[in-house]
Every structure is written in structure tokens, then in C-alpha cells.
């Protein structure tokens, strides 16, 4: 995703982090130690330096690792991990630290951005940037997101929403972390696992992927409930979720259906009918909806969210805007990465953190534009009603 905002550095001289050569005066007998251990062992290692706001040791990021944030073909090579996910644990070691120094957080937040988003407005992504999509989701499954790293990988999840939003459980028959546009084009009944209106040349990341004879997993829910601590991550999500679903409900048809069904019977034997994978899929963008909110009150309710108010309103304040659908049918399949850049409607109503009520604005304002049936019309009500209290609700894990 394309971040155009720039945000300011308001760090004042007291909490800046000591220069390297400064801390390492304060800590010559260390410094001394890492040294000696260097000449005895022939090792390369990294410094760990004692933080200056604490006594907390931290990691320095290395110069080459800052240079991928203003490289993103340098980045997506650094973060691919190959087909057959040879080059995992590379990647994991350049983006796992415990404790960045400094600005450290933020950089690793930049490199993952560089790495998976796509090189331009309508270009969609390659199969190397999503699998570098999927190593960054692996690599962040079982590990904290560092401080300041949350908007970066926040971006990674909005700008494969529709991978992350078709992600339910591990599928042994997801060979590999991602897979190109044939893999992911319709059948002839018009269906994909990769989800509906997908664009015809775009490579996805499949999350569903797991490794035989490794614990490695991709779990885009698990990093949901971690990045939604941060409130910039939280807008990038919730934004993300919201603009997709605009988009998704201006392809329907009149009736809420598949404009690109055609019937069928699916490979299990069932049948299904023109709005079975839509109701399935604005089920699964509902939850996501709701499982943010449940993550905000689970977070108020265990100290993690210390203000509500201050956390809303700094979410406010990165919310872009409201995204309503068009008033007729659109026939486009655009890329992923501008589905949630798509430009707002205008300025957000009413309670941001009410996602049951969001949703429903822009769902009554489809409905009426494009005359729905009142009987589908009130299918569509009560499957997003039934589904956001669901999510809500449901233990967080």
C-alpha cells in the first residue's frame, strides 16, 4: 500500500536515543568484552547496545537492512523466500529483533511495506513480492511486532486484503506461499478458492500454506490481534476492510449475487447457486470487522489500552475517510494493491468504532441505489448482523 503521508519527528532531545559512539563510552568494559569474543572466535556478531531510555538491551539494525526502505526490488530479494521456502529463515532472521535501537522498529515497518507492495498504481503484485508477503506474516506469527513496526506491516496485510480476508485454516493442499495468476484464475463455473473479481495478471500470497516438516505458518488473524494495539495499524485495518467492502458490493449484481457464476456442481459434489460465495465472502469481511472491535475492547479490558479515548481518537486521526459503494454495477478487476487506496467518499459519520453501524451505512445506501429486493436486501442485513456479533464476541485468542 502506498502511504503518502508524512509524519512528523517529535521526539525531543531528552528521549532520543545516545548516538552508538556515545553509548559505547558508557560501556567500554562490554564493548571490550564483545571485542575479545570477536578475536577469539573469528564471529561475526551483532552489538547490542544498552538502550538510553532504559536498561533494556536493544538491537541495532544494520545499515544494509535500512538501505531495503528505499529499495523495493532490493527489499522484495531480501524478503522472498522462495518457492520452496529455503530462504525462510534469512528472512526471519533480517526482521526479527526483540528490541530495535532507536528508530529501528520503524525501518523494519518500511522494509516490509518495500518488499510486497506493488511498484505502482494498477501494477499488480508478482509472485516474488507475495511470497515476501507471506514470509513477513510467518515471520511476525509467533514473535512481537516491535514498536513502531506496526504501521509497516499493517500496510502488508491491507495491501493483500483479499488474500488475508479469504485466509480460514491451514490447507495441506497449499503447496506453496503463493501462487501466479493461472494458479489462481476461475474454473469454469466461474469459481476460485483466491476469492471473487480477481485481477486477470496478479500473483496472491496463500496464507493457507503450511510447511510438512516445519512448524512455519502464515496466520494473518493471529497478526490482526497483535497490530491492533498500535492505533495507526488499527485505521490501516479497519480502513482497509471497510474500502473492500465498498468495492466487493459495487460488483454484485441487482440480486447480491456472482456476476461471474455459472452453474455448477463443485468438486465435492454440492451445489451452489450465483450468491453462495458472496454471502461466504462478505461473512468473512464482516468478521474481520468485528474481530478488530473485539480486540479494542479485549485490549481496554486487559490494560493494554490504558485512554479508550485517546486510543479512538488517535485512530480518528488515521482514519482516511468513508468508503461507499458505486450507485451501478462496476465490471472492473483491479489489483489488490489499489483496492484499499481507493479514494474515499468523504469524510467518516458517526461512530468510528461502531462497525456493525458502519457497515450498514454503506450496505442501506447500496441497496437503495441499486433497488436490491427487499427479500435479498434483508438476507444481506441479517448475515452482517449475525456475523459482526459473532466476531465480536468470540474469545479472542
Known amino acids: 500500500m502506498h502511504d503518502g503521508g508524512t509524519e512528523e519527528n517529535t521526539t525531543s532531545t531528552e528521549e532520543r536515543p545516545e548516538r552508538p559512539l556515545a553509548r559505547l563510552r558508557k560501556h567500554w568494559l562490554l564493548t571490550s568484552a564483545v571485542a575479545l569474543a570477536l578475536l577469539t572466535t573469528a564471529t561475526a556478531v551483532p552489538i547490542v547496545l544498552a538502550d538510553s531510555g532504559d536498561d533494556a538491551p536493544c538491537q541495532e539494525i544494520p545499515t544494509s537492512t535500512r538501505a531495503l526502505a528505499k529499495s523495493p526490488a532490493a527489499a522484495t530479494r531480501a524478503l522472498d523466500p522462495g518457492d520452496n521456502m529455503s530462504r525462510y529463515d534469512a528472512v526471519r532472521e533480517l526482521l526479527i529483533h526483540e528490541n530495535p535501537c532507536g528508530d529501528g522498529g520503524e525501518v523494519l515497518g518500511q522494509v516490509v511495506d518495500a518488499a510486497t507492495r506493488a511498484t505502482a498504481e494498477g501494477r499488480p503484485h508478482t509472485l516474488a513480492q507475495a511470497r515476501a508477503a507471506y514470509a513477513v506474516i510467518a515471520a511476525f506469527d509467533d514473535e512481537p511486532v516491535p514498536d513502531g513496526a506496526a504501521p509497516g506491516v499493517a500496510r502488508v496485510l491491507a495491501e493483500y486484503v483479499v488474500d488475508a480476508n479469504r485466509f480460514l485454516s491451514p490447507d495441506r493442499d497449499a503447496y506453496s506461499?503463493?501462487?501466479?495468476?493461472?494458479a489462481a484464475a476461475p474454473d469454469e463455473t466461474g469459481w476460485t478458492s483466491y476469492g471473487r473479481f480477481l485481477a486477470p495478471d496478479e500473483a496472491h500470497a496463500d496464507f493457507e500454506?503450511?510447511?510438512?516438516?516445519?512448524d512455519v505458518r502464515a496466520d494473518p488473524e493471529y497478526l490482526v490481534g497483535e497490530l491492533a494495539k498500535d492505533p495507526e495499524a488499527f485505521a490501516i485495518l479497519y480502513d482497509a476492510e471497510r474500502?473492500?467492502?465498498?468495492?466487493?458490493?459495487?460488483?454484485?449484481?441487482?440480486?447480491?449475487?456472482?456476476p461471474?457464476?455459472?452453474?455448477?456442481?463443485?468438486?465435492?459434489?454440492?451445489?451452489?447457486?450465483?450468491?453462495?460465495?458472496?454471502?461466504?465472502d462478505l461473512e468473512h469481511l464482516t468478521d474481520r470487522i468485528g474481530s478488530l472491535m473485539n480486540h479494542r475492547a479485549r485490549y481496554v479490558r486487559d490494560g493494554t489500552i490504558p485512554d479508550l479515548a485517546a486510543f479512538d481518537k488517535a485512530v480518528r486521526?488515521?482514519?482516511?475517510?468513508?468508503?461507499?459503494?458505486?450507485?451501478?454495477?462496476?465490471?472492473?478487476?483491479?489489483?489488490?494493491?489499489?483496492?484499499?487506496?481507493?479514494?474515499?467518499?468523504?469524510?467518516?459519520?458517526?461512530?468510528?468504532t461502531d462497525g456493525r453501524h458502519q457497515l450498514f451505512t454503506v450496505l442501506e445506501a447500496w441497496v437503495k441505489a441499486r433497488k436490491v429486493p427487499t427479500e435479498r436486501a434483508a438476507q444481506l442485513r441479517q448475515l452482517i448482523d449475525d456475523r459482526y456479533v459473532r466476531a465480536l464476541w468470540l474469545t479472542s485468542h
Open 260 to 280: 461471474d457464476y455459472r452453474p455448477g456442481k463443485e468438486k465435492d459434489g454440492s451445489t451452489t447457486s450465483t450468491t453462495t460465495w458472496a454471502d461466504i
Open 317 to 352: 486521526q488515521h482514519t482516511r475517510g468513508a468508503y461507499r459503494a458505486a450507485t451501478r454495477q462496476v465490471s472492473s478487476r483491479p489489483v489488490m494493491g489499489d483496492i484499499a487506496e481507493r479514494p474515499v467518499s468523504g469524510p467518516l459519520n458517526g461512530d468510528l
Open 209 to 214: 500454506h503450511t510447511e510438512p516438516s516445519s
Open 177 to 182: 506461499p503463493a501462487v501466479d495468476a493461472v
Open 243 to 258: 474500502a473492500y467492502f465498498a468495492y466487493y458490493l459495487e460488483r454484485l449484481t441487482r440480486e447480491g449475487g456472482d
